[in-house]
């Protein structure tokens, strides 16, 4: 059975980091691009960062970059997300996605898998 399954949420203080996880099981993980969302309170969900199925190619969000770092383990079949200098504006639920295409793409519609999601709190 396909799963993704994030982990490594939290709550956090503003400056402070976290790093969360995607564990992948039953599909081969290596056909599969990998993405991160969000969704805040209220808020539609966004594409957060992307990373291609051999980590050759990375995408971040203009209101991520400098600070997240995407990169992928396909021996382990995961996806990790380092989050830098959080700000409270990063408050939301965080959702992995696989897409079974190579490349980099922000859209929800070319992801057909779906985690469950993880929670991250910023806030003092």
């Known amino acids: 059975q396909l799963q993704l399954v994030e982990s490594g949420g939290g709550l956090v203080q503003p400056g402070g980091s976290l790093r969360l996880s995607c564990a992948a099981s039953?599909?081969?993980?290596?056909?599969?691009?990998i993405g991160w969302f969000r969704q805040a309170p209220g808020k539609e969900r966004e594409g957060v960062s992307c990373?291609?199925?051999?980590?050759?190619?990375?995408y971040y969000a203009d209101s991520v970059k400098g600070r997240f770092t995407i990169s992928r383990d396909n021996a382990k079949s995961t996806v990790y997300l380092q989050m830098n200098t959080l700000r409270p504006e990063d408050t939301a639920v965080y959702y992995c996605a696989a897409g079974a295409f190579d490349g980099l793409s922000d859209r929800e519609s070319v992801y057909s898998q779906w985690g469950q999601g993880t929670r991250v709190t910023v806030s003092s």
């Open positions: 990373i291609s199925r051999r980590a050759s190619m990375t």
């Open positions: 039953g599909f081969t993980f290596n056909y599969y691009t």
